[in-house]
């Protein structure tokens, strides 16, 4: 029999069938992109076939960076959704199933000349008696608006009873600020309400925040009360009973309490969720997560320990060891400045926001910029300090008498004292030469730390950066929060405190002081 008998010997529906079973196990194969261009965080739709039936079924490459599973929808068998990840550059596509591994025949070309400079976020906490002020902020910001390769991104939560103003909802939502816009506008997301002081929340917004608006560098600005190196509820219960109410009347700020859950966020807890949000990023290969400029908006934040909590999670920070007033941050000012010139690099917006802040205020105020990565060099050198001042307790007395201090009359805690004031009163009167050069090293090394520093004429002695230090015994004990700052502490541990020594020096200082 001749091949083409046997051939025409079978029927065409057995070798139709065949084929299809042939085909249900081929791999995937990749026709078009749409669009063929785009920046890191747009969309493209990936036509083709043989594609896994869930996102978790497709492995989706830009190149050799992978679509995070989170990013990638299913939208046919034939067609899928992905988000351009971050650190994609022009080259194939690639779609890897169970059955093998589908590649673009055409290069997606990355559009990085579009890609933002700067995303600057706000955690704007206005679930309390500062939901005007955090109002007059979002409208500052909205004078100046997203442009020039800035992005400017803002979770806001408000709250019953202060302002009615812009729609007088109660909820919290998240903005892409735009020049003009305001609080009864549109959007970007309606969250329900949700509580500030709730870590998880901080998290989460800053994972949204660094995903959707990708950036060269990112600045997180943390807005609300604040009181240094603890924050509690018990301190706030005391700081917002001795604050008017009324949205007219001035109100400081004393980070982040919510009143309607009744929740504060503990500096641990914000340390934590910095850290959780950049894991969770790097994971999706999201490399450049780490905040470049925290701020924090908020009371009595310039001290060493705070700084010290974020040596792994930004690179530079900004406080105020002071009070700050209700209005805080002026908000239009620095971002004029971000966005004439976004390609700044961060310490200079650190160094930009002091300037900003000190050309606002005249009087009560200060306000510094710091390089976190020499703080535990700073660190280091008051364990130094503490180790050879042993001696001549009766000058260390006089020194942290006479130093500046930042303690609201109304608290019992928030017991900040100027470092480099301090150890400059030790340097200039202590007899020991080993104490005098410790001091003196101590001094250069906040000098390092502090990038720019400023204070009002009614602040000497400030020089930007603080340190938790009673006066005395008696006041160490009043301060209800003072068994957080001691290394047996196990709740909401404060590294600083942890791994350094001056917790051990401050109970010799008060056995030894009259």
Known sequence: ?????????????????????????CAPYISSLDPEKGTVGSYVVIEGGNFGASPAENTVKFGDISVPVGDISVLSEKKLKVRVPSGAHTGKVSVITSKGTGISSSNFIADTANEAKWTFMVYLDADNNLEGAGIDDFLEMAEVGSRNGVNIVVQIDRRAGYSTAYGDWKDTRRFLINNGSNPSG??????GELNMGDPATLSDFVEWAVTNYPAEHYALSVWNHGDGWRMSRMKM???MSAMPRGEQEPI?????????????????????????????????????????????????????????????EADFMTGSEELEPGEGWPYNIILEGLTDNPGMAPADLAKLIVTCY??????????????IGRVTDLAIKIDEF???????????????INSRQYHPAWDQGCWGTDIWDFADRVYRNSSYPTIKNAAAELKSAVESFVIQEFHSSDMSGSHGVAI??????????????????????TFMKVDFVSNHQFDEWLKKYYSKIP
């Open 237 to 239: 219960d005391t700081i």
């Open 358 to 371: 000190g050309n606002t205020y005249t009087n009560e105020v200060t306000q510094a910029a710091y390089d």
């Open 1 to 25: 029999m001749s091949i083409m008998k046997k051939l025409s010997a079978f029927s065409p529906v057995p070798i139709l069938a065949g084929c299809l079973l042939f085909l249900t196990g």
């Open 468 to 489: 938790y230090f009673p006066p005395d015994l008696n006041s160490f004990n009043n301060d209800p929060q003072h068994a957080g700052y001691e290394q047996t502490n």
């Open 186 to 191: 549109e959007p970007i997301q309606n969250m």
């Open 386 to 400: 503490t180790g050879q001042a042993i001696n001549g307790w009766d000058v260390i007395k006089s020194a942290r």
């Open 252 to 312: 400081l700020k004393a980070v982040a309490s919510d009143d309607t859950d009744n929740d504060i966020l503990f500096m641990r807890e914000v340390q934590d969720a910095l850290s959780a949000a950049r894991e969770r990023l790097e994971a999706r290969n999201i490399t450049n997560a780490k905040i470049d400029v925290l701020g924090f908006d908020a009371c009595l934040m310039g001290m060493v320990e705070v700084a010290y909590a974020f040596r792994n």
